[in-house]
């Protein structure tokens, strides 16, 4: 809930915990040989960050969101690339072996509080090298009427020694969310 320089607030020292032996030789799988194996973002088809979550700002343009709800769905529309979220409200993960392009989101409601976890990512959206044993869950609380705190925890074992987080608020634009126009490559 403060204003920081840094959206990783744990553990404490703001640095990822990546596991030692993944540290050393990471590569995030980007390969820039050919136009089929470029990144998904310098193709045009997904954002700077990742496509699904955690919702991080990229540092550039383009970092509105817009939250919809309706009595069984929550969407989450990422004005970068136009990628829309669906959450299931009160419902259980896939077991079907299936990976949406966004990951499978579920929610509920603790108090005030919007929570989503969101797993079974697909490899398109690798985060930080991962995607397979990723687990995601955000938490989105309204803390005024124009702000809304989003808190995430991101937990893979077989990436980082611990799940790690961070936080940042929202504030709320009476401006639409405007159209993304990229030029590959």
Not at 77 to 90: F, K, P, Y
Not at 120 to 141: A, D, I, K
Not at 153 to 163: A, F, G, L, M, N
Request: net charge negative.
């Amino acid at each position: 809930g403060e204003i920081r320089t840094s959206w990783v607030v744990d553990p404490p020292s703001g640095m990822v915990p990546y596991k030692k032996e993944y540290a050393a030789g990471r590569n995030f799988g980007n390969d820039y040989t050919s136009d089929e194996t470029r990144p998904l973002a310098e193709r045009c088809l997904r954002g700077f960050t990742n496509g699904a979550v955690p919702v991080l700002a990229n540092g550039l343009y383009n970092n509105n969101y817009q939250i919809v709800q309706s009595p069984t769905h929550v969407m989450i529309l990422a004005e970068m690339i136009h990628d829309a979220r669906i959450v299931r409200m009160n419902g259980k993960h896939r077991v079907d072996g299936r990976r949406p392009y966004l990951g499978d989101s579920i929610g509920w409601y603790d108090g005030e509080t919007l929570v989503v976890e969101t797993t079974n990512y697909p490899p398109e959206q690798l985060f930080r090298g991962s995607w397979q044993n990723l687990t995601v869950t955000e938490r989105f609380t309204r803390v005024k009427e124009d702000r809304l705190l989003y808190q995430f925890t991101v937990d893979d074992p077989t990436k980082w020694d611990r799940p790690w987080g961070g936080e940042y608020e929202f504030r709320s634009s009476a401006a639409p969310i405007e159209e993304y126009a990229c030029r590959e490559g």
